[in-house]
């Protein structure tokens, strides 16, 4: 596995990071993984999308074979429906930026007066419709609406 003690002892890496560390390593792994996909996609069968291998992304052939023979699999066609199906049911989308949504709060908890602020306005600040950005949709185009809607009529 990625975290062992061999690693922790060559690098010299404390205890206190391991979390952080493996946050990383998944977050590399996906998109390591995003970019394979795309590439393996483009080929039809599975004995094409064996000899297509990525040379710029992937080494040894038989780490090619076993990945496409497991992007194969049904388990793993089921569990990237799955995750389709949920991408697809999200209504509202994170619309933080780059900062993130702990820099928001610090940045209206300082415009305060009361040095304190509602958890309700930050998201409705931080988040939006899927069809916010349509021009062809007709639900309201910002969540502020929506959610104002919703708080007051109670």
Excluded at 98 to 122: A, C, F, M, V
Aim: hydrophobic share 40%; glycine share 2%.
């Amino acid at each position: 596995m990625i975290w062992n003690l061999s690693l922790q002892v060559k690098y010299e890496v404390p205890a206190i990071y391991k979390a952080n560390i493996l946050s990383k390593a998944n977050v590399s792994w996906r998109n390591w993984k995003h970019q394979l996909r795309l590439l393996m996609d483009k080929s039809d069968t599975i004995a094409k999308k064996k000899r297509k291998m990525p040379e710029q992304l992937i080494a040894k052939r038989d780490n090619w074979e076993e990945f496409v023979d497991f992007c194969n699999t049904d388990e793993d066609r089921e569990r990237r429906k799955a995750g389709k199906k949920a991408r697809e049911a999200v209504e509202l989308l994170h619309n933080c930026g780059r900062t993130g949504i702990y820099r928001k709060i610090y940045d209206r908890e300082k415009e305060s007066p009361i040095g304190e602020i509602n958890r309700s306005l930050i998201f409705a600040e931080t988040h939006l419709t899927k069809t916010a950005n349509d021009p062809e949709s007709t639900a309201a185009p910002d969540v502020k609406i929506i959610f104002f809607e919703i708080f007051f009529a109670m």
